[in-house]
């Protein structure tokens, strides 16, 4: 079903898949990614009747309609709602996202220019600062994070939401916890995560190293010439 043509100040999310880049050296993998977001996408869309959305490769971006109701609380609301739904949706297939949101102007234009080709324009302040944030956002956001940008936000008492946590430039939704008191041990988990890759990485870097210590077994390129250069 299209889009209606909107106009207006809205909340919009633009995710993409973590990992796809390595995801696409094996086709397989790609092509499951892609069509379990857009699967799980529309579904979440037809469950959420106020959010509208489209998906192009591995990225989507929803955004709020607000259908007469221009409170701004209800509009993230519901927007949050179904970004909580589409992430547990992908974490049953181990898809993990990434999610910026920017609340401001935002505009889309349905046009079909002729049989066959069709161009849909998406454009305003909301798309490029949610677009801008998941992309070269800072800090940088990480594999299931799914934060606010502050900047532009309309007059909100954010605190007062279930599962947010405010940090220096964003606010962050925890979709993925129950309680506002279960965000700091899954946040220690997450970072134990990231520590534990890490450490296997050393652990790679120093066993190939110590393999070639052995001085029998070992060549070194020259750091000069014979003249002591």
Request: glycine letters at 8%.
């Amino acid at each position: 079903m299209p889009i209606p043509d909107f106009d207006g100040e809205t909340f919009v999310a633009f995710m993409d898949i973590s990992g796809f880049n390595e995801m696409m050296k094996e086709d397989r993998l790609a092509v499951k990614a892609i069509d379990r977001l857009y699967s799980n996408g529309y579904q979440v869309l037809q469950d959420n009747q106020n959010i509208n959305g489209l998906f192009v490769s591995d990225c989507g971006v929803l955004f709020v309609r607000n259908h007469g109701n221009n409170e701004c609380r209800h509009q993230l609301e519901d927007l949050l709602n179904a970004l909580e739904e589409l992430n547990k949706r992908l974490l049953r297939d181990d898809i993990m996202l990434t999610t910026s949101i920017a609340f401001g102007r935002f505009s889309y234009h349905q046009r079909i220019e002729f049989e066959g080709i069709e161009k849909n324009p998406v454009y305003g302040h909301a798309y490029a600062s949610a677009f801008l944030d998941n992309e070269v956002g800072k800090p940088r956001i990480q594999p299931g994070q799914c934060r606010i940008v502050k900047k532009g936000l309309c007059d909100l008492d954010f605190s007062s939401f279930h599962r947010m946590k405010e940090r220096s430039s964003h606010w962050y939704f925890y979709w993925m916890v129950s309680t506002q008191e279960e965000i700091g041990e899954f946040e220690k988990q997450y970072t134990d995560a990231y520590r534990l890759k890490y450490s296997g990485m050393l652990k790679a870097l120093k066993g190939a190293a110590n393999g070639r210590s052995n001085p029998g077994n070992t060549s070194y390129l020259p750091l000069g010439n014979n003249r002591g250069e």
